[in-house]
């Protein structure tokens, strides 16, 4: 029988990343591009109004400050999911799967919770990215509508649309693989860095005026600055899928790694496009920038069109995490011989019914604005942060236990993010069905 010394020496030596048997890994580069259209959505094009109620000073450190978090509560999901392989001798988890081993081998307290934490992350993460996905198809379908209006006078129903953008969708949802995605995401990438390159265009245009511009938020517009900012930025769900499927994963969390470059640029462009999109429009400022342009400029109209082909490029991305999710518990199910053909049933049909939840409800925002709270306070901040806090105890702290410090300070602020995020997608509900 091994001693204990020689079972830990194992143990530290066990490296998972050595065991991974991924078929068809993503290259670096294609993950890189993953993590950067995991992000970078529509969202870019309300940080204006985000720097309209956080101010320009204010809205441009803030902005850095909330971005930071974002990338340091990545860190540690990935870093502790990493750690928890190799304790548990295992090539990777997912994010559920990291929460079953995290609090399963915590402290006493918290073990009878990991059933609990581990459903919450799956149930959350299919709510938020089914809804999501609602609001892809009622965004592109009324773009398209929006457009042709303006341009051609073509005055169809948005439910019509809808069932337009379900032929590409059935093609775009159907493939499995990150590494088929890769071209997806670049050329959503691109056609989305054009279309903000296009608004640019526009605003800087004309002289800016910042002497009347807001430097610093009210109280009363802090909240939603913050909401916004970090409702943009974060893709937290794609995380774990995309570091899982990487032909070098240790590439993912180096000092120059994935992550890293990816949020320096998000962080940059998302400040760009805030600061001079204010400072252009001021209280004028609309929900999406896109809107403060002269729509019978065809070039300015371009820019909501190129959106949303972009974000039709990503439905293929958006749609991998909640798949993986129900496949994994189906898959046992069902025969081998009828893999292929259940993929495709399930896939096929999941996108059915979110389409016929679009149509049956297109004002579906706020409902996801309400999912994304919960999932932006828990699931980007709170998890994470407890999951690091549970796998570090007792001893694991360093000195003067600063990580347990800092992860309470972290933790508060995602509870802040949870309590006001919710209240205002709530608000937001009530006042639209008033």
Partial sequence: MASEETLHR??????????????????????????IKGSLGTGIMAMPLAFKQGGLLFGTVGTVAICAIYAHCVHLLVSTSQKASKRKRVPLLGF??????????????????????????????????????CLYLVFIAKTLKDVLYNQQQIDWDTRIYILLVLIPAVVITQVRELKYLVPFSGFANAIMITAIGIVLYFVLSEPLEIEDRNMFPQWSTLPSFISTVLFAIQGIRYILPIENKMKHPEDFLAKFGVINIAITFLTALYIVMGFFGYAQYGDRTQGSVTLNLPSENALAESTRLLAA?????????????????????????????????????????????????????????????????????????????????????PNGFGWMKWHLIKNVVLFVFGLLVLIFGTYSSIKNIVDIYR
């Avoid at 990291?98 to 992350?121: C, D, K, M, Q």
């Avoid at 439905?315 to 069902?334: D, F």
């Avoid at 096929?348 to 979110?354: D, K, T």
């Fill in 96 to 133: 559920s799967e990291t929460a079953e081993a995290v609090f399963s081998n915590g402290p006493r307290g918290v073990r009878p919770l990991a059933t609990l934490a581990t459903r919450y992350v799956d149930v959350m993460i299919l709510i938020q990215s089914f809804l999501s996905f």
């Fill in 10 to 35: 194992s143990d530290a030596e066990y490296n998972p990343f050595e065991h991974r048997v991924v078929d068809k890994p993503n290259s670096t580069t294609g993950t890189l591009l993953h993590v």
């Fill in 309 to 393: 082909i972009a974000v039709l490029l990503t439905l293929g991305l958006s749609y991998y995490v909640p798949m993986e999710i129900m496949w994994n518990k189906l898959e046992e199910m069902v025969q081998v011989k009828y893999h292929n053909w259940a993929q495709i049933g399930m896939r096929f049909a999941v996108l059915i019914v979110l389409a016929a939840i679009a149509i049956g409800a297109p004002e579906i925002e706020p409902f996801v604005g309400l999912v994304g709270s919960f999932g932006s306070g828990t699931l980007v901040v709170l998890y994470p942060v407890a999951m690091d806090v549970i796998f570090r105890w």
